[in-house]
């Protein structure tokens, strides 16, 4: 990318310019925009932190959150999708839990710094 010129100068070119270095690449923002875009949903979000904790089925899910199971599924398959989420079969069932990956520690402290929640995983250690 060419460097850019700007058409006004308030002292903070430099910054302005090192930031824009480190943003140039719109893909790895589609990818952060799209873990966001699966989170903006006030229920799906209590799903992903109840999962961040815990290995469930949709069974119990839809009885913790007190949702249907089809609005459970639906949900899960979008957690899922952007993998936020992971699932496995034992038998008849399946069972959700969140991703072990440096992303989803993230957003899972983050939600629980925001909403101010204890991580009950820090309680029991
Ligand atoms: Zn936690």
Known sequence: MEPKTLPHNHGNISKSEQI???ITNTENFQTVA??????SDGNRLR??????HCEECVINI???M???SPAVSH???????????ISH???????????DTPEVQLLHKAIEKMMQI???DEINE
């Open 75 to 85: 949900h899960l398959k979008q957690l899922k999708a952007i993998g936020l989420i």
């Open 89 to 99: 079969r034992e038998g008849k069932e399946m069972y959700y839990k969140a991703s």
């Open 62 to 64: 839809s009885a913790l």
């Open 66 to 68: 007190n949702m249907s």
């Open 47 to 52: 799903i992903f932190l109840l999962l961040c």
């Open 20 to 22: 824009i270095a480190r």
């Open 118 to 120: 204890t991580c009950p």
């Open 34 to 39: 799209e873990y966001f875009k699966q989170l």
